[in-house]
């Protein structure tokens, strides 16, 4: 085992497990019956409470908090999987609750990856090859499978359930216990079993700053694309406007699993 020299101090419950190669960087904190295997690397400042496992090849950076019996960096759950040497990437500040389980990835050299200032609540299942990026709130029970890609600032219900290969775009709300075989559009707030979209996710927009022409602009794309009309108008508008450009930009990328349907009564503030 590696710890870095800093004036930060790094503790180690006595009757934590760890391998003599990982490395610590400054400021970690081990607590009580932790396991850390080897080819791990833990950013500065991070804690790891209670019975918290952080397993081979994973890597994780600055200020994480891992809850008691999480478990980072389990073998993949996919029968696909033959042993090879794959990894699991987070970045940093983000939060992994009690009890939940992210794998790393299948394939030679392949990677799962969460970004930073994720909140990861109790029970989350997120398994091999996902990609998450920045400022996702999972709550309670979500089931994420295999090839998920989830943008940024997505906000989940509670017990929501993820088909492999699916996409949720930035910005998008997913209502609990709903269920996503589909990708969900970005700036959409979508509900259901299978999900559908409703309309754009006013309050998350809100909260982002997100107004204005821009915002405007967001709900013409997205009521030209529930109606099956042409995006092509928006591509001027998409040079002014970030948020437009990214809409139009998932839409046009090649979708394994097709975009979710639009509810069959879409709200008239869409």
Request: proline share 3%.
């Amino acid at each position: 085992m590696t710890v870095l020299s800093s004036n930060l101090q790094t503790k180690i419950h006595p009757t934590a497990m760890v391998a003599k190669d990982a490395i610590l960087e400054p400021g970690v904190q081990v607590g009580a019956f932790c396991l850390i295997e080897s080819d791990v690397r833990i950013g500065a400042g991070t804690t790891l409470s209670v019975g918290a496992q952080v397993l081979q090849y994973t890597t994780l950076g600055r200020h994480n908090s891992i809850g008691s019996y999480a478990i980072i960096g389990g073998l993949p759950m996919d029968l696909k999987f033959k042993g090879e040497i794959s990894y699991l990437e987070l970045g940093d500040h983000n939060t992994i609750r009690e009890f939940s389980t992210i794998h790393r990835a299948t394939g030679e050299g392949e990677f799962t990856r969460l970004g930073s200032h994720n909140f990861i609540m109790a029970y989350v299942h997120i398994t091999h090859n996902c990609i998450l990026g920045d400022h996702n709130i999972i709550p309670n029970a979500a089931q994420i499978a295999g090839h998920v890609v989830i943008e940024d600032y997505v906000t989940f219900g509670a017990m929501v359930g993820v088909h492999q290969f699916c996409r949720i775009g930035s910005y998008a709300m997913v209502g609990m216990n709903s269920k996503i075989t589909r990708d969900v559009l970005p700036y959409s707030l979508a509900d259901g079993h299978p999900v559908e979209h409703f309309m754009l996710n006013k309050v998350g927009l809100d909260r982002r700053g997100i107004n204005g022409q821009e915002r405007k602009t967001l709900g013409e794309v997205f009521r030209a694309r529930r109606a099956g009309a042409s995006l092509e108008v928006f591509h001027d508008a998409a040079k002014e406007f970030k948020h437009v450009a990214h809409f139009l930009e998932f839409v046009s990328l090649p979708s394994i699993r097709g975009l979710s349907d639009f509810a069959s009564k879409p709200s008239k503030s869409a």
